[in-house]
């Protein structure tokens, strides 16, 4: 489902990833880790389009996103990816249902129907009940929930998540833990997940581990 190939990103004369190359299956979640600085999120920007490499490819449904002109890979991204970050990122003069219907919104779809399709997945998340909450009235578990919505509302691909769970406490970290399951087992949905956190990464399919822009270990868990 997804394929990134020989990927090489470099920052003057430093390489921060350096010839990387991994696959991942439709329904597979996957999490790399690492020490600060190997490069872990920005791989991740890579693979989602956000960053350019300077050299490699990412095919994404047989689609090189990478060769794509500007506009139709920023329309590609909003389709078939979604983006969760350690800080939500939410929209704070926006409700709850308004910050999931955004990336509806961009896409075309009709308001009415953007704001059934994010109401189903606010229910989804456990958030039925706060459809009209803004993010300052929102705990940051809640928050968190709102921007995983956020992402899974368009039916993507794959959802990259960049150490969802670093804000949060343990309590709130383990129970995004489990929704994260509960969604590849609802929807069987992709995750590539970027975390330092160790409980996270165990629950995932598979590991990789990086080291000075390399991919140094991949184990099954």
Known sequence: MLSASHLIKKYS??????????????????????????????LLHLIGALDKPDSGSVLIDNVDILQLPLKKQAKFRNSH?????????????????????VPLWIKGTDRKDAVLQATEMLNVVGLGGRLNNKPSELSGGEQQRVAIARALVTKPSVVMADEPTGNLDSANAHSLHNLFLQLRDKFGQTFIMVTHNDALAVMTDRTLTMQDGRIVDEKKN
């Open 13 to 42: 004369a430093f390489t921060v990833v350096n010839d990387v190359s991994l696959s991942v299956a439709k329904g597979e979640i996957i999490s790399i880790v690492g020490p600060s600085g190997a490069g872990k999120s920005t």
């Open 81 to 101: 990816l979604g983006f969760v970050f350690q800080f939500h990122h939410l929209l704070p003069e926006f409700s709850a249902i308004e910050n999931v219907c």
